[in-house]
């Protein structure tokens, strides 16, 4: 049996929840610049593989990425 409270909307979410916390863009930013920096050649290593994928399943007989 479904009851009321099942199809109830939801009680918003106090607006106290919704405020970040003091000081979290500045380590998000500090967390992006960080990961900006890193040059551990996973990048280099992986894209040619994702690009071969991404060439060999697509619906188009143009090329993805001209070059």
Excluded at 13 to 39: I, N
């Amino acid at each position: 049996m479904i009851t009321e409270q099942a199809i109830a909307p939801a009680k918003p979410m106090a607006a106290k929840a919704l405020v970040a916390p003091t000081g979290s863009a500045e380590a998000v930013l500090k967390l992006v610049e960080q990961w900006l920096a890193e040059d551990d050649g996973y990048d280099q290593e992986v894209w040619p593989i994702i690009r071969q994928d991404i060439e060999e399943n697509h619906l188009s007989d143009r090329s993805r990425f001209h070059e």
